[in-house]
C-alpha cells in the first residue's frame, strides 16, 4: 500500500480529510449494521439534541505504524468503555464494545494510506463520537443518535515537540464535584474554550485547573492528566471523581511500577506541595507526556528543577517505554497492543 504524500514529520495536530470513516444510526431503541462512508458531512435537523443541548461524546486514540511494519493501536477497550460512562452519564444509548473496536480496525485499515510510517513523529489518531440528531426543543434526551468515527495524521499537540510548558493556575473552574469532569462531553471542552484563548493570549501553553470546591488540589488541564515525580523518584498523580480517567496516565502509572520498577500513587495533590515536585509532566492520548517546565500562579512561578530545556529523566523513562510498547520495540507484557494490519 502506497502512503499519501504528506510531509509526516511537519504535522502539526490538526485535522487532514481521510478517505472513509465509519457512520452507525441509532433509531427505535437500536443501532443499524453501521458502514464506512466517503460522506465527510453530516447533516441533521436544525433542532438537534446536539445543537440545542450539547448531547455529545467523544473519544480520542491513537494507530501506530510497529517497527516491524504492522500498524496497532493502544487499548481500545479502554476507550469503548469510557464512551460507554460518558454516554449513560448523557442519557445517550450505549455502543457496544465489539462494535466500538471493530469500527477502529474498519476506520484504520480503509485509511492505511494516511497512517504515518514509523519513525517520522506522527501518528494516526481516531476521533469517535455521538450526538443526538432527532428535533429536541424541551430540555430533554434525543431518541435518536448518530455514532461516527474518522481518522487524521496529526504531530504533536503542542507546538515546539518536547519542549517543556508553561501552565497558568486558572481563575476558571473545569469541572464541578459531582459533575461531568470524568466523561468525555464536548460539553467540559466548550466551557474550557475561554479559559485556554485566554491562557494563550497571556502567553500560557496551557491552564491548570484546581478543585472547584476548595481551590487548593491540582485535577487536570483542558486535555491531558497531570503526572509528578517526587524528589526521590516517585510517579504521583492527581486522584479526583472530576477529571478524566485518562488512559495514558493509567496505563504510566503500571509502566512505572511493572516495567521500571518505580513507585507510583494515585493521591490528592495540592497545588501547595507541587513546588515540592522534580519533574512534572501533562499525559494523554494528544499529548503523550508532554513536560512541564514552569507553572505560574497569579504571577508567583513555581519553576521545576528539570528546567526548561528538557524532558525530566524519569518522564523521559516513561516516554520512551510507553512509545516503546506503543510502536513494538518494548515488550507488550500486559495485552495492551491490539494488531490492525
Ligand atoms: N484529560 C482530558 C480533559 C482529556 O481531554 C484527555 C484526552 O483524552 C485526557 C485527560 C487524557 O486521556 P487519555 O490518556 O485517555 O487520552
Ligand atoms: C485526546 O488526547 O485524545 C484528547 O481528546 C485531548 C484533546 C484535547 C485533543
Not at 515537540?161 to 468525555?184: E, Q
Not at 502567553?203 to 487536570?220: H, I, Q
Request: hydrophobic letters at 35%; aromatic letters at 10%; charged letters at 25%.
Amino acid at each position: 500500500m502506497e502512503k499519501k504524500n504528506i510531509d509526516w514529520a511537519n504535522l502539526g495536530f490538526g485535522y487532514i480529510q481521510t478517505d472513509k470513516r465509519y457512520v452507525s444510526d441509532y433509531k427505535d431503541g437500536a443501532w443499524d449494521a453501521g458502514r464506512l462512508t466517503d460522506d465527510a458531512t453530516v447533516t441533521i435537523s436544525e433542532c438537534a439534541g446536539v445543537l440545542q443541548y450539547a448531547q455529545t461524546v467523544f473519544e480520542g486514540l491513537k494507530a501506530y505504524t510497529t517497527e516491524d511494519g504492522h500498524i496497532v493501536c493502544f487499548r481500545p477497550d479502554l476507550n469503548a468503555e469510557r464512551i460507554e460512562n460518558s454516554a449513560k452519564r448523557l442519557e445517550m444509548p450505549v455502543f457496544p464494545k465489539d462494535r466500538f473496536i471493530e469500527a477502529v480496525d474498519e476506520v484504520v485499515k480503509a485509511n492505511a494510506a494516511y497512517v504515518p510510517p514509523y519513525g517520522s513523529g506522527a501518528t494516526f489518531y481516531l476521533r469517535p463520537y455521538m450526538f443526538g440528531t432527532n428535533p429536541v426543543i424541551g430540555v430533554k434526551p434525543a431518541n435518536e443518535y448518530q455514532f461516527r468515527m474518522f481518522g487524521t495524521p496529526v504531530g504533536p499537540y503542542f507546538k515546539g515537540g518536547a519542549k517543556p510548558l508553561t501552565i497558568k493556575v486558572s481563575d476558571f473552574d473545569r469541572a464541578a464535584p459531582n459533575g461531568t469532569g470524568h466523561i468525555k462531553a464536548g460539553l467540559n471542552y466548550a466551557m474550557s474554550l475561554h479559559a485556554i484563548v485566554t491562557a494563550h493570549n497571556e502567553g500560557f501553553d496551557e491552564n491548570m485547573y484546581l478543585d472547584p470546591a476548595t481551590r487548593t488540589k491540582v485535577e487536570e488541564t483542558g486535555g491531558a492528566n497531570f503526572l509528578f515525580v517526587t524528589k526521590d523518584g516517585k510517579v504521583v498523580t492527581p486522584k479526583s471523581s472530576s477529571i478524566l480517567p485518562s488512559i495514558t496516565r493509567r496505563s504510566l502509572v503500571v509502566v512505572a511500577k511493572e516495567y521500571l520498577g518505580l513507585e507510583a500513587e494515585e493521591r490528592e495533590i495540592t497545588l501547595e506541595e507541587v513546588k515540592d515536585f522534580a519533574e512534572c509532566g501533562l499525559c494523554g492520548t494528544a499529548a503523550v507526556i508532554s513536560p512541564v517546565g514552569k507553572i505560574v500562579d497569579h504571577g508567583k512561578e513555581i519553576c521545576l528543577p528539570s528546567g526548561m530545556q528538557e524532558m525530566g529523566p524519569v518522564t523521559k523513562k516513561l516516554y520512551d517505554t510507553l512509545t516503546g510498547i506503543q510502536m513494538g520495540r518494548i515488550e507488550d507484557k500486559f495485552g495492551w497492543v491490539r494488531k490492525i494490519v
